[in-house]
Each structure stands twice: as structure tokens, then as C-alpha cells.
């Protein structure tokens, strides 16, 4: 269990967490919510132990070990496959302990932990998370130093999640992640073994993961049964009640004042206003429990109609460099209603596409037209560091509205949420939200004809999500849309284009079907996901006898495997081995690694032929 009891908190005299307290049972998997600057990411650093709260303690069943993802991304030269091992601490003092152990006992009790543990199939596992995240073959045996900051940090979460620490804490570890590698991770925290708390403001994610809602407001935390939407409707309900029973009590203070001033000064019911008067001051008002409101995202529409199409293109390549293109053959149209989302992992060209729309990049091969005078407004997360760190808000309004005056300079960033503090704040202090905002007013300056958002709810809380969804929904231009948030998919988006295999073409199944794909290509990279038994697989007419034999011999190969595996592993469950023959034993544990490691092989080796027979 993790009990957080009353734990205060306060920075510069505001105070975050005021006697905070919440009990998450051993097992269960809690999403963290609220909204930016409400504290979520402080609680964690006085869980932690990297901030000292000023009051109030928190703790967990005895010897539970608490872990998290490392805030400084891995970049040594290390392979990311050793950088992940290195995440199961246990397992690496274990094995540095059998290196000089001498003590017949002492190497039996080590050699049991390995065991039970599942040391010897670490390695596999690891590579399992690592591809699981997005990682090629190639890449996991790489070193970190090779590896750009957001793909450091899948590092630094896959060593987290090789952990495996009882107590799991997450903030945002979709920020920097794929749809698809929001899928597997998805996929991955629903069959967690331990207790998971998990800050997120992914719709989706909430709702397949967790099994309870802290939610923490005004310093305070609040527990919900079950998921985001469960949530959401028991503090919708909760609203609801507590705005009815405010006006009950208005109506009764009201009533109340009007019999004290009627009467003040009647001596005869000077008694009964006298009681008016002490009920009326013990009648404390309701809090209001209506959240503050989100400023609106408002998308201004196109001043003039394009006819379509906006965009033709007929086998179109493009790439960074003369006679290595990126994409090959697109033949596509976009037309001014079109919601297009663009599915594929990270590297497979979505950002490359994207630079060829806003005319970044020129087609190496085939035929692009766009319309003419068509506009294009572009919001994209790096953009944020090129933002001025001097300049301010109101300086980038002044040059887009160079002749207006200020007052109507400052009406519009009022509008767009910024008010007279944060129109004058330096863009070097604006939190990730604000510079979010401050980006999506500039790219919608122009009222564009297509608008181009590439993962644009990181650092947006919910409700600002939420608001986000209707401005693109209430937009009337063509929008192209790059997210790992499913939810801002689902309700956005009218057509899917996957990005893969060095094209981009249409996706006729929806996102349940698109989840299934991906999961299945990952499947066989990740053993704690049943791999299909040989047996009762159909296999398809179109395989020849050569595949046909090939599978049946693999197929025996692998039972014959998982027979000696299975003596191993009764020999090296007998502890006296360990005291008596150690040497035996050690032999034992290294034959073990060698044969599950080809057990792995066969096995993949079995689901290519598989794939092949099935698809011809």
C-alpha cells in the first residue's frame, strides 16, 4: 500500500498540498489528475524523497521498493540493452555477488534469488520493453550516446519498467512516446504485478490502466473507484449536488436575513431574529466546486473557400537528400473538410510529410499541386524552443499587429489567455502550457486553409484538451493531425493515413483494429504476451512443402528445448546443489541462458515462417 497522510506542502507562501491524504491498496494502478500547477509532480518528489514535506509522512509495506524514471536520460556509451539491465538493481548486485562469492551457502542462496527473480531471462525481457517502445534490433544493441534526447528518455522509462519496483510512479511517460508506443505501454502497465501511480493526462490511457482516480485539488486529494470517465461522471454528479444544495442554502440565507432585518427591532420577536441571526452565521457557504474556467482555444476559420482539391499529389517521393528519398510513391488528395490523423512510428516519415505539405521540402519525383493562395498554419512541440527566451508575448503580438494600438493588442492576447502578467512575462518563464498556447496563436494568425498539429496536447491538462478538441471540430479547414493521444483521435479525426514502409496511404480500419496491428507485430518481441502454441495454428494452402517441413522441424526443435529447459530447471530448483556441487550448478545456469536464448530464436524464427505462409 501506498498511505500518503496529510502531507502540507507550500512554495513562496502558496501552498500546494494542505494536509494531502490518500490511500492506494498493494496491486492497484492509480491515475494522479489535476490540473497544471495543482502539484501532481511535487507529491512525487516528496514520495520520492527529493523534496521534505512540512508536514504530514507517507509510506509503504516494509521493503517495498519505490522507482521511477530517471529525470536525467542515459547518454554513455553503454548499449541501451546494459543500460536497461542496469534498471533491476537486485539483479546486478546479485550477479556482481556470484562473481566473488566463495561460501557454498552463500552461492545457493544467490543462485535461488537469480532464479526466482528470472535473472537468466532478463536479457530477453529487456529487449522485450525496449521493442515494445519502438527500438530496432540494431538500436538496442547501440549505445545511448547515439540516441536523440526523446528517445533517451524511452530509455530511461524502459529501465524503469525493467525494474519492476513495487511501487511504480509515472508523470507523462507518453510525452515522449509514438500512438504506437502508447499502445504497447498501454498494453504493458494493465498487466503490471505491482502498485502503479500514474500522473497523465491521456484520456485513453487513464481508461484502460487504472483502477482508481486521485484527484487532487486545492491542496487536497480526493480517491475515485474506477477510471477517467468513471471519474469524471462521479465528479460531474458530485458538481451537480453540491451547486443544488448551494442555491437551497441561498435561498435559506436569504430567507433568513430577510426575517432578521424585518424584525431586528420588534420586541416582540426580537427572540426568534436573534435565533435567525446565530442559525444564519453558523450557515457556512458551499465551496464553489466548479473549476476555474480554461480560456478557450479559438481557431479563426479561413477568410475565403479554396476549391478542391487543396493538395494532388501522383507518385510523389521526397527526401533530405538527392537519391535517398524518405517517402516513395504517394498518390493522395486532401480537400478543405478533410480530418486526416497520421498513424506510424516514430521514424517512419510523419514529420517528413508534414515538411512537405508546408512546402519545407520540395518532391524529388512525380507531381504536386496545392491551391493557389492556399495558406498552412504549422504547430509542432519544437517550436517551443525557438520561441525567444526574451521576447514576450506582447512582443510577438506587436509583430503581427505592428499598426494596431495596445489596447487591441492586449484584447487579443487576453482572449487567447493572456492576461496584463502573463502578456508582458519573458518567454523563458512561461510554463509548458503557456508557450503551447502562445504557439497555436501564432499558427492560426493567417486563419490558414490547412492546419498542420504535430503531438499537440503535451503540456496541455485535461480540460485544456478538452477545449483544444472542440476548437479543432469548430475549425473549418482541412487539418492534418500527428498525436499519440488517442482520445484527440477518436474525436477529431475522420480518415487515417499510415505512414510505413516508406509511403503514406490510406487506413481503412479504425484505431481498435490499427491497437491490434501493432500489437501484434510487437508481440513476439515481449514473453510476458503468450506466443501462439505451433500446433493449433492453421496454416495457410499457399505454403510450399519446403516451409510446411521447415515448421514441423522447428516445431520439434522447440519442444525438444523446452524438454531440457524444463530438467534445468528442476536441477537448479534442488538447493543442495548449490552446497555440494557449485561448480555443477554454475554449469547448470549457463546452459540454461544459452538454451532459452535459442528457444527465443526458434521461436521467432517459427512466427516469420508463420506470417509468411499466412500472407503468401
Known sequence: MLNIQAITYRIGGRVLLDGATAAI???HRAGLVGRNGTGKSTLFRIILGDLAAENGSFSTARNARIGT???????????LLETVLKGDVEREQLLADAQTATDPHEIAEIQTRLTDIGAHSAPARAAAILAGLGFTDEAISGPCSALSGGWRMRV????????????????????????EGTIWLTTFLKTYPGTVLLISHDRDVL?????????????????????????????????????????????????????????????SKARQAQSRLKALAKLEPIADVIENRVTEFRFPNPDRALAPPLVAMDKVAVGYEPGRNILRNLTLRLDPDD????????????????????????????????????????????????????RTPFDYITGLMPDATVADRRAKLGAAGFGATLADSKCATLSGGEKARLLFLLATWHAPHVLILDEPTNHLDMDSRESLIMAINDYEGAVILIAHDRHIIETCAESLWLVDGGTVRAYEGDLDEYAELVLSKRRQADPRVAKPEPAPQKRSDRAGPSVRKRLREIEDQIEKLKEKLAVLDEALSDHTIYAEEPRKAADYARLRTRLATELDSMETQWLELQEETVNG
Open 25 to 27: 491498496p498493494t496491486g
Open 69 to 79: 524514471v530517471a529525470q536525467e536520460a542515459p547518454g554513455g556509451d553503454e548499449s
Open 156 to 179: 530511461a522509462l524502459a529501465a524503469a519498467l525493467f525494474g519492476q519496483p513495487d511501487v511504480l510512479l509515472l508523470d507523462e511517460p507518453t510525452n515522449y512516446l509514438d500512438l
Open 207 to 267: 481508461n484502460q490502466v487504472v483502477d482508481a482516480i486521485v484527484h487532487l485539488e486545492d491542496g487536497k486529494l480526493t480517491l475515485y473507484q474506477g477510471n477517467y470517465d468513471s471519474f469524471d461522471r462521479q465528479r460531474r454528479e458530485k458538481q451537480a449536488l453540491s451547486l443544488k444544495l448551494r442555491k437551497k442554502q441561498e435561498a435559506q440565507r436569504s430567507h433568513m436575513q430577510a426575517y432578521v432585518d424585518r424584525f431586528r427591532y420588534k420586541a
Open 339 to 390: 480530418r486526416v490523423a497520421l498513424l506510424g512510428s516514430n521514424g517512419n516519415g510523419k514529420s517528413t510529410f508534414a515538411k512537405l505539405l508546408t512546402g519545407k521540402l520540395k518532391p524529388s519525383l512525380g507531381d504536386m499541386a496545392s491551391a493557389p493562395r492556399m495558406s498552412i498554419g504549422y504547430f509542432a512541440q519544437h517550436q517551443m524552443d525557438e520561441l525567444a527566451d526574451e
